[in-house]
């Protein structure tokens, strides 16, 4: 007894029995017996005895099932498998977008079912083209055979993309230049090439390479300058002296801030937003100053010029605080101010302090001497110029260096001040009252009660509020010129802030029962009074990021606000 399959599906291809008929041919066995027959009084069989004669015969049973109709049922293996994993790929690729933080883990099932779909394809292809030509046979198989080839490469390219490069660049923080992808991507291609023409195409390569060789030759002769910049772009990218968005200097080539790098070129881009393409060679070969390498900080390290006659020690300090209040000055490393020596006519100040944006070096000076400018004036310190004495600071010459710093001075330039007669600036500035704070010193708390209005004439202060997590958080510094608790002295609110000194730090402070008398003389005034005050509280919130709707509440809204307060609080009825 046996079993023959081929002749199983040679009998389910003929459809012998047709699955409409909700049956199905399970196996088919053949065996063999002997068959009686009666002679029927044949004459050739008058000497059998009995008259039964005796045959060997072959049977052929069939074995069925019940069966209902399916379209599955219809459909072969290979074409199964090729549809499946055809839709698995294309719903993993489409996936893969949304679930970017398992793309190493997806890529694994991208080459199982890469591979399945292949496999099933060649399958499917070879059994369609078996129905023609041999030609075409062949030509399946070849065509398969170079996709064995080409699509191990495509994963092997992708592979490299999401273990290779975007862990290094998630790593590091920059972004790998496209010369370097690109390199590997050709490298992992032109080795698939090779395997194609030495294997599929069983061509001999040593042949081939002699014949390229010559032609390499002549080209690499007349492309010898691109060359030299592909291999120096590669080393470049293989030493990593500078990355994309770096801030550098080539050379003596301006300095600018990378946007690519090229198989030819390293493209920057300079303070006037043009482009500078530097030859890799070139860039190789040069000295490189990368202002943002191992981190963004950098130091800048301006001269300051000041008259001999003023003491060093005093001078350091004022730099210092100018320093210490600038913006964009950072607070670690910690600026520096030393004496760098005396000449035949000025004492030369070296200051030195750290910034984090290269981007915005001049924007940055331009704050710092602005804020040297301001500290100098104040404390009445003369600049020196060579061959002659000029004193460069505004208003400096009119009232000299010791007038700079007088209480009647100070008041005149604080805006909130300036509806005042000069007769009611006076009399403030008798009754100014002087603090000295220490560094670390706390000036006011915030939520507490307070009455008066503090300037700034030497030193600096940092402002703190407390944050969403009950910590205290430094949003701003001030130094000379700025004042603080202006609210507090007009309105009688709770001070909104903590203002802690940061280092030695000289104050003026006004009070409430030294600014009624003249609030009540000039009611007028105080219409112009909250208008500064509702610049200055808008410029405050804005500043210290607090959670006020400016579009509901117009300027104009709280201007008045401000006005009833100060009316409530300096007990002005009769204001209209």
């Given at each position: 007894m046996?079993?023959?399959?081929d002749?199983?599906?040679?009998?389910?291809?003929?459809?012998?029995l047709?699955p409409?008929s909700?049956w199905?041919?399970e196996?088919?066995?053949?065996?063999?017996?002997v068959?009686?027959?009666?002679?029927?009084?044949?004459?050739?069989?008058?000497?059998?005895?009995?008259?039964?004669?005796?045959y060997?015969q072959?049977?052929?049973?069939?074995?069925?099932?019940k069966?209902?109709?399916?379209?599955r049922g219809?459909?072969?293996?290979?074409?199964?498998?090729f549809?499946?994993?055809?839709?698995f790929?294309?719903l993993?690729?489409i996936?893969?977008?949304k679930?970017?933080?398992?793309?190493q883990?997806?890529?694994f099932?991208?080459?199982?079912l890469?591979?399945?779909?292949?496999?099933?394809?060649?399958v499917?292809?070879?059994?369609?083209?078996s129905?023609?030509?041999?030609?075409n046979?062949?030509?399946?198989?070849r065509?398969?055979d170079?996709?064995?080839?080409?699509?191990?490469?495509?994963?092997?390219?992708?592979?490299?993309?999401?273990?290779?490069?975007?862990p290094?660049?998630?790593?590091?923080?920059?972004?790998?230049p496209?010369i370097?992808r690109?390199?590997?991507?050709?490298?992992?291609?032109f080795m698939?090439?090779?395997g194609i023409?030495?294997?599929v195409?069983?061509?001999?390569l040593?042949?081939?390479?002699a014949t390229s060789?010559?032609i390499?030759?002549i080209?690499?002769?007349?492309?010898?300058?691109n060359?030299?910049n592909i291999?120096?772009?590669?080393?470049?990218?293989?030493e990593?002296?500078?990355?994309?968005n770096?801030?550098?200097?080539?050379?003596n080539?301006?300095?600018?801030?990378i946007?690519?790098?090229t198989?030819?070129?390293?493209?920057?881009?300079t303070?006037?937003?043009?482009?500078?393409s530097?030859?890799?060679?070139m860039?190789?070969e040069?000295?490189?100053?990368?202002?943002?390498?191992?981190?963004?900080?950098?130091?800048?390290?301006?001269?300051?010029?000041?008259?001999?006659?003023?003491?060093?020690?005093?001078v350091k300090?004022?730099l210092?605080?100018a320093?210490?209040s600038?913006?964009?000055v950072?607070?670690?490393p910690a600026?520096?101010?030393?004496?760098?020596g005396?000449?035949e006519?000025a004492a030369?100040?070296?200051i030195?302090?750290?910034?984090?944006?290269?981007?915005k070096?001049?924007?940055?000076?331009?704050n710092?001497?602005?804020r040297v400018?301001?500290?100098l004036?104040r404390?009445?310190?003369?600049?020196?110029?060579?061959?002659?004495?000029?004193?460069?600071?505004?208003?400096?010459n009119?009232?000299?260096?010791?007038?700079a710093?007088?209480p009647?001075?100070?008041?005149?330039?604080?805006d909130?001040?300036k509806?005042?007669?000069?007769?009611a600036?006076?009399?403030?500035?008798?009754?100014?009252r002087?603090?000295r704070?220490a560094?670390?010193?706390v000036?006011?708390?915030?939520?507490?009660a307070?009455d008066?209005?503090?300037?700034?004439?030497?030193?600096?202060v940092?402002?703190?509020?407390?944050?969403?997590?009950g910590?205290?958080?430094?949003?701003?510094?001030?130094?000379a010129?700025?004042?603080?608790?202006e609210m507090?002295l007009?309105?009688?609110?709770?001070?909104?802030?903590?203002v802690?000194?940061?280092v030695d730090t000289y104050?003026f402070?006004?009070?409430?029962?030294?600014?009624?008398?003249l609030?009540?003389?000039?009611?007028e005034v105080s219409?112009?009074?909250?208008?500064?005050?509702?610049?200055?509280?808008?410029?405050?919130?804005?500043?210290?990021?607090t959670?006020?709707?400016t579009?509901?509440?117009?300027?104009?809204?709280?201007?008045q606000?401000?006005?009833?307060?100060?009316?409530?609080?300096?007990?002005?009825n009769?204001?209209?």
């Amino acid at each position: 007894m046996g079993e023959t399959k081929d002749v199983l599906e040679q009998l389910r291809k003929n459809k012998v029995l047709s699955p409409a008929s909700g049956w199905a041919i399970e196996q088919i066995k053949f065996f063999q017996d002997v068959a009686k027959k009666y002679s029927l009084g044949n004459p050739e069989y008058l000497n059998v005895q009995g008259g039964i004669v005796e045959y060997s015969q072959f049977n052929a049973g069939l074995q069925i099932k019940k069966s209902e109709f399916t379209l599955r049922g219809k459909i072969p293996y290979a074409y199964n498998m090729f549809v499946l994993s055809g839709i698995f790929i294309l719903l993993i690729n489409i996936l893969s977008k949304k679930l970017r933080k398992f793309s190493q883990g997806i890529w694994f099932f991208q080459a199982i079912l890469a591979s399945i779909l292949l496999l099933s394809a060649e399958v499917v292809l070879i059994d369609f083209s078996s129905e023609f030509e041999a030609y075409n046979m062949k030509l399946v198989i070849r065509i398969f055979d170079i996709l064995w080839w080409l699509i191990p490469a495509f994963l092997l390219n992708l592979a490299s993309e999401l273990f290779i490069w975007t862990p290094l660049e998630e790593k590091s923080g920059r972004l790998i230049p496209n010369i370097v992808r690109l390199f590997l991507a050709f490298m992992i291609y032109f080795m698939a090439v090779v395997g194609i023409i030495a294997f599929v195409y069983e061509q001999a390569l040593t042949s081939i390479l002699a014949t390229s060789g010559v032609i390499a030759m002549i080209i690499g002769l007349a492309i010898q300058i691109n060359i030299s910049n592909i291999f120096s772009g590669i080393a470049i990218n293989i030493e990593r002296p500078f990355r994309i968005n770096d801030w550098v200097q080539i050379g003596n080539f301006e300095e600018g801030k990378i946007v690519d790098i090229t198989w030819r070129t390293t493209r920057l881009k300079t303070r006037a937003e043009c482009i500078l393409s530097i030859p890799n060679s070139m860039a190789s070969e040069s000295p490189i100053l990368n202002f943002c390498y191992p981190d963004d900080a950098y130091w800048l390290w301006p001269l300051v010029y000041v008259h001999p006659m003023h003491p060093p020690a005093r001078v350091k300090k004022i730099l210092l605080d100018a320093l210490l209040s600038a913006d964009q000055v950072l607070k670690e490393p910690a600026p520096i101010v030393f004496l760098k020596g005396i000449n035949e006519w000025a004492a030369v100040y070296w200051i030195a302090f750290c910034a984090d944006d290269y981007g915005k070096k001049y924007f940055i000076l331009e704050n710092v001497w602005e804020r040297v400018w301001f500290h100098l004036n104040r404390a009445g310190i003369t600049p020196a110029v060579h061959r002659q004495e000029i004193h460069l600071f505004k208003g400096v010459n009119e009232r000299g260096g010791d007038e700079a710093a007088k209480p009647i001075t100070l008041l005149q330039e604080v805006d909130i001040f300036k509806p005042f007669s000069q007769q009611a600036k006076r009399h403030l500035s008798e009754r100014l009252r002087r603090h000295r704070f220490a560094p670390d010193d706390v000036i006011v708390q915030q939520g507490d009660a307070g009455d008066s209005l503090f300037i700034i004439v030497e030193g600096v202060v940092g402002i703190y509020v407390l944050a969403d997590d009950g910590k205290s958080k430094e949003v701003a510094r001030l130094g000379a010129g700025n004042f603080f608790g202006e609210m507090a002295l007009m309105t009688g609110e709770d001070r909104t802030a903590t203002v802690i000194s940061v280092v030695d730090t000289y104050l003026f402070e006004i009070t409430q029962a030294d600014i009624a008398p003249l609030m009540a003389e000039q009611p007028e005034v105080s219409e112009l009074v909250s208008k500064e005050l509702t610049k200055r509280q808008l410029v405050t919130q804005q500043h210290l990021h607090t959670k006020h709707d400016t579009e509901t509440d117009s300027k104009h809204t709280l201007s008045q606000q401000i006005l009833n307060r100060m009316e409530n609080f300096f007990g002005l009825n009769n204001h209209k």
